[in-house]
């Protein structure tokens, strides 16, 4: 069964730094896009930054300058490390593989995973 999991969230004070990973497992035959969202209450969940296969990025207006993505094919894993941290950037974090894969029986392609989310407070 894949399984995504994400960590490294938590509290930190506006301008501080944090690192968010996620690693997928699983049968995987290939990861195509990996992608960071994010959620705050009472908003829509919202792209954050995501990056294909080949290394091209992608971020949102808001995080521009300040975030970073970045992947490590051999690990399946996708990192977000965030910078200048704001407190409107407060929010659950998921990340999300489109991939290629044996799951539960079934060969799915070009499907969307996502991981189950992580806790970002940027407070002081």
């Known amino acids: 069964q894949v399984q995504l999991v994400e960590s490294g969230g938590g509290l930190v004070q506006p301008g501080g730094s944090l690192r968010l990973s996620c690693a997928a497992s699983?049968?995987?035959?290939?990861?195509?896009?990996m992608g960071w969202y994010r959620q705050a209450p009472g908003k829509e969940r919202e792209l954050v930054a995501d990056i294909t296969s080949g290394g091209n990025t992608n971020y949102g207006d808001s995080v521009k300058g300040r975030f970073t993505i970045s992947r490590d094919n051999a690990k399946n894993t996708v990192s977000l490390q965030m910078n200048s941290l704001k407190p409107e950037d407060t929010a659950v974090y998921y990340c999300k593989f489109n991939l290629d894969a044996r799951d539960r029986g079934a060969s799915v392609y070009g499907m969307d995973y996502w991981g189950k989310g992580t806790l970002v407070t940027v407070s002081s």
């Open positions: 699983g049968r995987i035959f290939s990861i195509n896009a």
